[in-house]
């Protein structure tokens, strides 16, 4: 029996399957010496304090259709927050007929289906180099529902939050519905690529690579930015203040820091 979207195939019971969106994103900054870290941190940690982040998640659940149940939040010392928000299927207001087919997701204020048993999860990882002036942070966001719904349609909001310099995307569906025939449905919608669910004006800043596991529902995308300005990578100075020879040196170390997150691996 060929698998169809959902909405066509009448179900024994509810639908089982379980859908999990995995975000992480990076933004990488140089900080020359030991107060601009500390700087560096103190604003990362006000941007993306539990508070903050709390509204982004909230966003989310409305975006798709999920009633809060319960919210987690904590701010960590030195740094860092996380927050933790369960859900439960929330009233639906409007069901488009496009909501199985792969496009980006809607910004705040539309909310596109209904879910039940799911969580949405932040935890944020600000970290340096012991030597070389490089800080990075990290935002890791899962969502993970169960239902009809795709969490990928949180995704397009999700980019528009953070100031993403790398961003690491996974989606898997799990589990298994039955229709009413007993016949066993893996996944309830066609998907070939993370990409699709990424808007246009967003692909064209970034390059990205997909590693796709098909036959077991497993898609993962990873993305950098395509252009360097050095100017976005200094926190509190700009390169006009630094020497020629500065500006390459530094400029080799947060492409090299960019590209070892990107591909996974240490390049020298």
């Known amino acids: 029996m060929k698998e169809i979207p959902e909405q066509h195939v009448k179900l024994h019971g509810f639908n089982n ?16 010496t030991k107060e601009e870290r500390e700087a560096y941190l103190e604003y990362i940690d006000e941007q993306y304090n539990a508070e903050r982040l709390t509204t982004i998640l909230k966003t ?3 975006i798709i259709g999920a009633h809060v149940l319960n919210i987690a939040k904590q701010d960590y010392v030195p740094q860092g927050a996380s927050v933790t928000i369960l859900v439960s299927e929330g009233p639906v207001v ?15 204020d539309s909310v596109v289906m209904a879910l039940d048993k799911s969580h949405i ?27 009809e719904i795709s969490p990928l349609k949180a ?4 980019i528009h939050s953070f100031d993403t310099d790398i961003m690491t995307i996974d989606y898997r569906v799990r589990g298994f ?11 309830d919608h066609d998907i070939n690529s993370i ?10 800043m970034y390059d990205m690579i997909d590693v796709n596991v098909y036959q077991e529902h497993i898609f993962h995308t990873k993305c950098k930015l ?19 020879g500065e500006q390459e040196e530094i400029t080799e170390r947060i492409t090299l820091e960019m590209d070892e997150i990107y591909y996974g691996k240490n390049l020298v």
């Open 17 to 32: 399957l379980t859908k999990s969106l995995s975000f992480n994103m990076y933004d990488i900054c140089f900080t020359r």
């Open 60 to 62: 989310v659940s409305d």
């Open 94 to 108: 409007e069901v488009p007929q496009e909501s199985y087919s792969e496009s980006p997701g809607p910004l705040p």
């Open 121 to 147: 999860t932040v935890h944020t990882y600000p970290e340096f180099h012991p030597d070389e002036g490089i800080s990075t942070f990290r935002a890791d966001i899962d969502v993970s529902t169960c239902g």
């Open 155 to 158: 995704l397009n909001y999700l």
């Open 177 to 187: 519905t039955r229709d009413i025939s007993g016949h066993k449905l893996f996944i």
């Open 195 to 204: 990409q699709n669910y990424i808007p246009d004006e967003v692909k064209n």
């Open 226 to 244: 395509r252009e360097f300005d050095l100017d976005n990578y200094l926190f509190g100075y700009t390169k006009d203040s630094l020497s020629e």
